[in-house]
Structure formats: structure tokens, C-alpha cells
């Protein structure tokens, strides 16, 4: 590995805005990026409190950041900051990346559905004409809902609240609705399950999938986004019937590759030594 170049008149600087954000492991993945490609540059976390979300990122801009990365609660004030959506932050009402552009306009980008898509397809698993089963209705599944619709596949999804999901259809042409309490009657059609929902994550107590994986057909591929634990109990479930299985470790990794790009100027590396630093830390954080 390059030796890490100091800090100096010309690093390169970016971060993370989120309250809290003390959690968030971007700070880990990008710096390691920077490192490995020698690259002059920082990613810092930056604790922003509602309410200062403008002025923070005015004074980011001004102060020679490249852009940022936006986490919760500050994806909506993000979408409307922007001066320039690209088409994937239009489709899934949200910003997760703003980039600061050298003529001073700010572009905001969504790159979790196409982190979603390229994760599942670093696996080897090819979603294009596909039908696919998505539980959930939030964020998460808004912006995988629209790079599935983009790549051909067929869209159905179940939400516990189906008001949200109708919300979801509406602005998105070409969503199926299935009510939650029926969402396992579309498991033997469908070649691809992804929990969007929160059902399984550390620290989210109850909550339970309405089907059991019997009625799945043999080529499901089940995927989970969250990824805390990284083999929660319907990756678990999905294993012991054969299917095949995709974590969501490897999705927070893609989504931040459009933003070291844009903002580095350099290729991140996805290989699996990144996955391991942030496996890693992960588990050393529930060890406690
Ligand atoms: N791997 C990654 O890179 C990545 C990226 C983004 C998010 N995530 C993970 O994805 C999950 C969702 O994130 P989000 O931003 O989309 O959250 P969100 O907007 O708050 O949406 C949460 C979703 O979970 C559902 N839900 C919560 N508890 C439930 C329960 N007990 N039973 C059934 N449904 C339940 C909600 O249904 P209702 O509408 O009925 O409340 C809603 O559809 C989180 O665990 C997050 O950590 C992972």
C-alpha cells in the first residue's frame, strides 16, 4: 500500500453530514479508498443538527469541500437543496450524494437502488427481466424500486402499511401492490425477495415476515439490505433451503463508489479487502 499523503494546501476534501453520525462506517471505506489509490484527500464525519442542513453545506462548498454524502434525517433537505438532480434522485425522491461542481452548482445523486443492482450483480446474479418481491415501502425501497423498473424487472412489493406503498406506486410507473398479510402467494413466481423493511436488524425489536420460504421456487435469490447482523434470519432461512443469498454489507460498499469517483477522481476498490475492514469493525462494535 502507498504511503498516505500528508494533509496539505492540496487535499481533496469530503465527508459525511448526519445526525448522529458517529455511526457511520463511510469515514472507514472512503478513507481506506484514498489510501490505497494515493490519493490526496479526507473524508471527515459532520455532525450537522435539523435545522442547520443549509448553512452546513453553503459552508462546505465555500470552504473548498468536493461534496458530501447525506445520511438521516437530512435526505429529503438534500433533494431539495440541489441545483441539479440526476435522473436516479428524481425517481427515488431522495439525495444521498451532493457533489459541488466547479462552476458552484450543487448536484445531488441517489446511488443506493444502483448499489443495491451492482452488489447483487458483483454475485454473479443477473437481475434484468426479473420479477422481484420487495418488502418495504421507505427510502430504501423507493430508490431500489426504480433501478429495478430501469433495469426491466418486474416490481411487486408489500409494505405493513399499505397507504406508504400506495404512496411508492404513485410515483413510480409500473409497481405491482400486493397486500402484506398475501405477499408470500408472489414468492413462487418471482426470482428475486428484497427486505427493505427494518425486520432483523440489531437493536429492531419484533416484527415478522407474513410467508415462509416453502413457497418459494428453487432459483429465489434472497436479499437483505440491512446489515446489521450481516446474516440475519431470513438470509439464514434462505441458506438452509439452498437458495441462493445476498447480504447488505456489499451494498452500502457500491453505493459509495459514485461519490468517491465524482468527488477523487479515482476508481474505489470493491474487492473483497474493504468488505473484510468493514466486516470487521462491524463485528467488533457488536462485541461491544
Ligand atoms: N445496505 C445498505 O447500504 C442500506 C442502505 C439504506 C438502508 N439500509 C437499511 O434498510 C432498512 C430500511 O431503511 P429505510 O431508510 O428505507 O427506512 P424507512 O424509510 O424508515 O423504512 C422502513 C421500512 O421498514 C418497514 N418496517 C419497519 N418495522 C417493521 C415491522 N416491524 N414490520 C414490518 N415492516 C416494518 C416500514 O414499514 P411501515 O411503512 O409499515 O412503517 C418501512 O417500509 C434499514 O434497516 C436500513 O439500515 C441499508
Redesign the pocket.
Known amino acids: 500500500m502507498e504511503q498516505r499523503p500528508r494533509i496539505d494546501g492540496h487535499t481533496l476534501l469530503a465527508g459525511v453530514i448526519g445526525w448522529p453520525v458517529a455511526h457511520s462506517r463511510s469515514p472507514l471505506m472512503h478513507n481506506f479508498w484514498l489510501e490505497k489509490s494515493g490519493v490526496n484527500g479526507v473524508y471527515v464525519p459532520l455532525p450537522v443538527a435539523p435545522g442547520q442542513f443549509e448553512t452546513a453545506v453553503h459552508g462546505l462548498r465555500a470552504a473548498g469541500f468536493r461534496g458530501v454524502n447525506v445520511t ?1 434525517p437530512h435526505k429529503e433537505a438534500a433533494y431539495r437543496i440541489v441545483d441539479r438532480l440526476d435522473r436516479s434522485a428524481e425517481r427515488s425522491g431522495s439525495v444521498n450524494t451532493l457533489v459541488f461542481a466547479e462552476n458552484g452548482t450543487i448536484e445531488g445523486y441517489s446511488t ?1 437502488g444502483d ?2 443492482v451492482a452488489n447483487v450483480e458483483a454475485h454473479g446474479i443477473e437481475v434484468a427481466g426479473g420479477r422481484a418481491l420487495l ?9 431500489i424500486a426504480a433501478s429495478l423498473l430501469d433495469r426491466g424487472v418486474k416490481v411487486i412489493v408489500a ?3 399499505r397507504a ?2 400506495q404512496v411508492l406506486a404513485a410515483s413510480l410507473d409500473g409497481i405491482e401492490l400486493i397486500d ?1 398479510e398475501q405477499a408470500g402467494q408472489a414468492l413462487p413466481s418471482c426470482t428475486l425477495l428484497v427486505n ?4 432483523g ?1 440489531e437493536g ?1 425489536a ?3 415476515f407474513p410467508f415462509s420460504l416453502e413457497q418459494a421456487s428453487p432459483d429465489l435469490v434472497v436479499c437483505d ?4 447482523p450481516r446474516q440475519t434470519a431470513l438470509l439464514e432461512q434462505a441458506a438452509a433451503r439452498g437458495l441462493r443469498t445476498v447480504d ?6 457500491h ?1 459509495a463508489g459514485e461519490g468517491f469517483r465524482k468527488w477523487f477522481g479515482a476508481v474505489p476498490d470493491m474487492g473483497p479487502e474493504v468488505e473484510a475492514l468493514l466486516d470487521a469493525d462491524l463485528r467488533r462494535a457488536r462485541a461491544g
Not at 225 to 228: K, P
Open positions: 438521516i443506493d448499489g443495491f418488502l418495504g415501502a421507505g427510502g430504501a425501497a423507493r430508490a409494505n405493513r402499511t406508504r406503498a402484506w427493505t423493511t427494518s425486520i436488524m429492531v419484533g416484527g415478522a439490505i440491512v446489515y446489521v447488505g454489507l456489499g451494498m452500502l460498499i453505493q
